[in-house]
Nanobody, 124 residues
Framework: QVQLVESGGALVQAGGSLRLSCAASGHTFTDYIVGWFRQAPETEREFVAAISRSGSSTGYSDSVKGRFAIARDNARDTAFLQMNNLKPEDTATYFC?????????????????WGQGTPVTVSS
């Protein structure tokens, strides 16, 4: 099975940018779709973005569309989430997840492997 490790979370001012990374190991990275989710305290885990195995297909939640961009580098077994124009409501722990489905999905149940999360705090 694949192991995932996120990095890049930080404290940033509103309007700023961050780039999160998700390093995969233990299994063939291209066997998995990759999703980013986030969870604020006392809320449910929320879909942010997903990318297909090849990277040719992506999807975003309405709340981040136009501000965030998901990408993957299969040669480096790494996925990324570029976050621009950050808002205080983007504050959460961000999780990288991998699923074995053939197409991207926002359904959290379709992702079976998860990283430990990286915290993002956006100050106003």
């Amino acid at each position: 099975q694949v192991q995932l490790v996120e990095s890049g979370g930080a404290l940033v001012q509103a309007g700023g940018s961050l780039r999160l990374s998700c390093a995969a190991s233990g299994h063939t990275f291209t066997d998995y779709i990759v999703g980013w989710f986030r969870q604020a305290p006392e809320t449910e885990r929320e879909f942010v973005a997903a990318i297909s195995r090849s990277g040719s297909s992506t999807g975003y939640s309405d709340s981040v569309k136009g501000r965030f961009a998901i990408a993957r580098d299969n040669a480096r077994d790494t996925a990324f989430l570029q976050m621009n124009n950050l808002k205080p409501e983007d504050t959460a722990t961000y999780f990288c997840a991998a699923g074995t489905g053939a197409i991207i999905t926002r359904n959290v149940q379709r992702y079976h492997y998860w990283g430990q999360g990286t915290p993002v705090t956006v100050s106003s």
